[in-house]
């Protein structure tokens, strides 16, 4: 049975710490913006013409069923591109 090496798991530790601060770093900075947002009033001015539900429901979709709904997006556009090139 191999020794444990005695340095692993305080350099994980060291690894794990650094990584925390980072992601609290990030955290209140991501919270900061946040709370700027709110109080921006041409942020809010805009807010009220967006329907957020939309953005809900989109960011609920996996990656493969927005890529789908882009495709069939696309597909839509192409085939009205093709009936306005025949109607002239």
């Not at 980072?22 to 709370?35: M, Q, S």
Request: with cysteine.
């Amino acid at each position: 049975m191999p020794k444990p090496d005695a340095k692993a798991p305080a350099s994980w530790l060291c690894a794990g710490l650094r990584a925390r601060s980072r992601l609290l770093v990030f955290a209140r900075a991501g919270i900061h913006n946040l709370l700027m947002a709110d109080l921006d009033p041409v942020i809010e001015a805009y807010k009220k013409g967006v329907d957020r539900t939309l953005l809900r429901a989109n960011l609920e979709l996996t990656v493969e069923e927005r890529i789908r709904k882009m495709m069939g997006a696309l597909r839509l556009v192409e085939e009205i591109r093709r009936s306005r090139g025949a109607a002239r």
